[in-house]
């Protein structure tokens, strides 16, 4: 079956960046877009990006456009999100989702989820 | 501010049903039928519970229904039980530009 695996917790000091990895099995990775959403404590979710593995194409959310990265390695079933000059306002559970059905944005499965921290 | 407009608690007893709305624009949910929700328990990883306004994945119990009016998109659990204590959060697609926002999500309490 369809499965995310992410990778573990960060602890990261304000200014710095984190990369969170998500290695998918159970399909063929270049045939669906692979999302990333971010959940602050005790807050909602929050659409960062996405990005099309086949193509290496990316859209992200304007509130994240210039601090957001998000790459695939095609060979490694993989793909990264970086977000740099991090805050302590970035403090969240990040998590990766793959499309129910490839090409329309709702999500299923979902990645375990990153915890990253940012404090001083 | 959450793109979607969800009321931030919602309850019922078990046995009874429970409605909860979602509202956005007519750029988002009032302009396409790709409004989905989904149930996330405490420490959990969200779970798709509705997509394309009304559809169910397989495993989700028929009592969970989804409809649209307008800009305002609604999740319907008939027959509350337990487990369905959850926050709940709408999603819809919102053009090209942002094609995914979130509602601020509804804390369900079956009392």
């Known amino acids: 079956q369809v499965q995310l695996v992410q990778s573990g917790a960060e602890v990261k000091t304000p200014g710095a960046s984190v990369t969170v990895s998500c290695k998918a099995s159970?399909?063929?990775?270049?045939?669906?877009?692979i999302h990333w959403v971010r959940q602050a404590p005790g807050q909602g979710l929050e659409w960062m990006g996405w990005i099309n593995p086949a193509k290496g194409y990316t859209k992200y959310s304007q509130k994240f456009q210039g601090r957001v990265t998000i790459t695939t390695d095609t060979s490694a079933s993989t793909a990264y999100m970086e977000l740099s000059s991090l805050r302590s306002e970035d403090t969240a559970v990040y998590y990766c989702a793959r499309p129910y059905t490839c090409g329309i944005d709702w999500f299923d499965p979902w990645g375990p989820g990153t915890l990253v921290t940012v404090s001083s | 501010q959450s793109a979607l407009t969800q009321p931030p608690s919602a309850s019922g007893s078990p046995g009874q049903s429970v409605v909860i709305s979602c509202t956005g624009t007519?750029?988002?949910?009032?302009?396409?039928?790709?409004v989905s929700w989904y149930q996330q328990h405490p420490g959990k990883v969200p779970k798709l519970t509705i997509y394309?306004?009304?559809k169910r994945p397989s495993g989700v119990p028929d009592r969970f229904s989804g409809s649209k009016s307008g800009n305002t998109a609604s999740l319907t659990v008939s027959g509350l039980q337990p487990e369905d204590e959850a926050d709940y959060y709408c999603?819809?697609?919102?053009?090209?530009?942002?094609?995914?926002?979130f509602g601020g999500g509804t804390k369900l309490t079956v009392l």
């Open positions: 159970g399909y063929r990775f270049t045939t669906c877009a």
């Open positions: 394309e306004v009304t």
């Open positions: 999603s819809s697609y919102a053009g090209d530009n942002n094609p995914v926002v």
């Open positions: 007519s750029s988002d949910v009032g302009g396409y039928n790709y």
